[in-house]
């Protein structure tokens, strides 16, 4: 059965820290990797995406990284500011159609302390 | 324009109404999804359309009714719902670039049914 793990399932930092979530997945036959944000009451925010034949991606102070062998992605970020805090979301697609489904994990709950 | 817009973002029905969810991208995606997210928990997909025809159903009850109309817009006819279909209800897009294939979410409508 094909399944996303999270965790911790909720971390609490001081400002400044810099931190990593992690992913862990079942099957490593991945098509792609997507790391979402989402505020409470709100929709997702895509973050990052990492294709199966990629091994990190970054954007800003976030650095997604992906190792199909262990069935791991991690997402680091760096400097962590209050308006970081959110809830941080894996989903893994499986399957290389335009129609493939994400599987999502639980979600790590960040909050940044100031 | 990367934005999915959801109407209304609010609704209350009682069990015996038919009420309709909208959701509209104009990023010329040719997939839209539909998903449901309990509170604290992951999207779980719903429904798939490709290229305005549904391709992947997820088991969804009847009283869940998709439609797309054409390849801006998806519809979600509801009736004779129950109180444990109170959700948020994601709209989400997707469509496959040189940078893979990125799924863009709304803002989501949060449904309540007494």
């Known amino acids: 059965k094909q399944e996303v793990t999270q965790i911790p399932a909720a971390l609490s930092v001081p400002e400044g820290e810099n931190l990593v979530l992690n992913c862990s997945f079942t099957d490593s036959a991945i098509y792609n990797l997507q790391w979402f944000r989402q505020d409470p009451g709100k929709g997702l925010t895509s973050l990052l995406l990492i294709q199966s034949s990629q091994r990190e991606q970054t954007s800003g102070r976030l650095n997604a990284s992906l190792d199909k062998s262990s069935g791991r992605s991690t997402l680091y970020i760096a400097a962590s500011q209050p308006g970081d805090s959110a809830t941080y979301l894996c989903a893994v697609r499986w399957g290389s159609s335009n129609t493939g489904k994400l599987i999502f994990g639980q979600g790590t709950t960040l909050q940044v302390k100031p | 324009d990367t934005e999915v817009t959801q109407t209304p973002k609010h609704l209350v029905m009682g069990m015996t109404n038919k009420k309709s969810l909208k959701c509209e991208q104009h990023m010329g995606h040719r997939a839209m999804y539909w998903y449901k997210q309990k509170a604290k928990k992951p999207p779980e997909l719903m429904f798939v359309y490709s290229y305005e025809k549904l391709s992947i159903n997820e088991s969804v009850p009847s009283r869940f009714s998709p439609e797309c109309p054409n390849s801006s817009l998806l519809n979600l006819h509801l009736h004779a719902l129950q109180p444990e279909d109170s959700a948020l209800y994601l709209c989400?897009?997707?469509?496959?670039?040189?940078?893979?294939?990125?799924?863009?979410f709304g803002p989501g409508t949060r449904l309540l049914v007494l």
């Open positions: 989400a897009s997707s469509h496959r670039d040189r940078l893979g294939e990125t799924q863009y």
